[in-house]
């Protein structure tokens, strides 16, 4: 047992959650992601900007004419876009 407290507290230490600012650009993950298409399909879509970070790790997207995005969403569905 303490080998495995030990284990995750060394996995934990090194975890960085990501975190966005207003006016950063993700790709979101596509919606029906490899669940119907084939295996080459697309896995993310975008470019978006964060227009409002709304706490707990969800954010509100606008696209890139300033169209808001209705839904918000979650961190581990966002990455950063790299131009």
């Not at 709304?54 to 997207?61: A, D, H, I, M, P």
Request: charge should be positive.
């Amino acid at each position: 047992m303490a080998v495995k407290q030990r284990a995750v507290r060394k996995y934990n230490s090194k975890l960085c959650p990501w975190t966005f600012v207003k006016g950063d650009l993700v790709w979101r993950m596509a919606s029906g992601a490899r669940k119907k298409d084939d295996k080459f399909s697309a896995n993310l879509e975008g470019s978006y900007r964060i227009r409002e970070d709304s706490g707990g790790g969800t954010y509100k997207l606008e696209q890139l004419s300033g169209e808001e995005i209705p839904n918000m969403w979650k961190v581990s569905h966002l990455k950063f876009y790299f131009s």
